[in-house]
């Protein structure tokens, strides 16, 4: 069991920036992926970024390119999420998600990862 803790977030006025944050542990752990997915209300939950563990390569959605970076602490198993010249439509619940395959551009779904933390509320006024 992979378990994945998130911190960060909040609220933050449009062109203001957040981070987040989530932590991995547990003994079925292994370095493949990690990033972060969002769903707004009455949405579907969509991919936001993804790096790989080693390497450090990432991929990023088009909506957030440019805006929003990720980075990851092999030493501490945290990723981090960068969001800079947030949007009001960036407001979300962002979830944390991990998977054992190291595949950056490929299998970019919900179901294609193994696992996931709380999730954070990022809201971004205008």
């Known amino acids: 069991q992979v378990r994945l803790v998130e911190s960060g977030g909040g609220l933050m006025q449009a062109g203001g920036s957040l981070g987040l944050s989530c932590t991995a542990s547990?003994?079925?752990?292994?370095?493949?992926?990690i990033g972060w997915f969002r769903q707004a209300p009455g949405k579907e939950r969509e991919f936001v970024a993804a790096i790989l563990w080693t390497g450090g390569h990432t991929y990023l959605a088009d909506s957030v390119k440019g805006r929003f970076t990720i980075s990851r602490d092999n030493a501490k198993n945290t990723a981090y999420m960068q969001m800079n010249r947030l949007k009001p439509e960036d407001t979300a619940v962002y979830y944390c998600a991990a998977d054992s395959r190291a595949w950056l551009r490929l299998g970019l779904g919900e179901a294609d990862f193994e696992s996931w933390g709380q999730g954070r509320q990022v809201t971004v006024s205008s």
């Open positions: 547990g003994s079925t752990f292994s370095r493949g992926r």
